[in-house]
Every structure is written in C-alpha cells, then in structure tokens.
C-alpha cells in the first residue's frame, strides 16, 4: 500500500504505511530489492521532508541502502560531491526514467 500512496503522492498515507516494513530491519534485509523500489520510488518524488525523514526515522535506509541515496544526492543535490561509483549510475537512470514516464 505504501507504493500505491506515494505513486499518488500521498505522503502522509505514505507514511503511515511504510512504518511496519521499514521499521522491521530482519524484513528489509529479506527483501531488499522491495524495499528497494520503494525507496526509489520516493527519491523519485524528490521531496526534501519526506526523504529526510526516511533517513532519519529508519537507519536501516541510511546503513543499507546507500547506494541508492547517494545515487539520488549525487542526481539531484551536489553532483560535485566526492564518492560517486559507478555503481550509482543504474540507480541514476531508475530515477531519471521514472520521474520522465511518471511525473513530467
């Protein structure tokens, strides 16, 4: 449900829904490529708050799921940041495609 509101642009319901799988770090690991869509389908939406408080609120983001923050900070914040890889750019690409076919 948490995806369905954030293709919305739901946050608040968002939000709400995110708490039991974000919150639940054995279940992140488990599924990483789920909680993975759904982390880039928010940097997607690019809002500060609410990507800064999925950091905040759910270290899990933060330890695990790096990549794909510092691909969306090095897309849209400060590209002149140093430790950009490689490894970023398939990220780069999901979050630039998304946001053309979706949100343009």
Request: net charge neutral; charged share 20%; aromatic share 12%.
């Amino acid at each position: 449900m948490a995806s369905v509101y954030l293709w919305n642009v739901d946050l608040e319901a968002a939000t709400r829904t995110h708490a039991p799988f974000l919150g639940d770090t054995n279940w992140c690991l488990r599924h990483r490529k789920l909680v993975e869509a759904y982390l880039l389908l928010a940097l997607v939406l690019n809002d500060g708050d609410f990507i800064n408080n999925l950091v905040l609120d759910y270290p899990i983001v933060r330890q695990e799921f790096a990549l794909v923050l510092g691909a969306w900070q090095h897309n849209e914040q400060r590209p002149e940041v140093q430790g950009f890889s490689m490894a970023m750019i398939p990220y780069i690409n999901q979050i630039r495609g998304a946001r053309r076919r979706y949100y343009d």
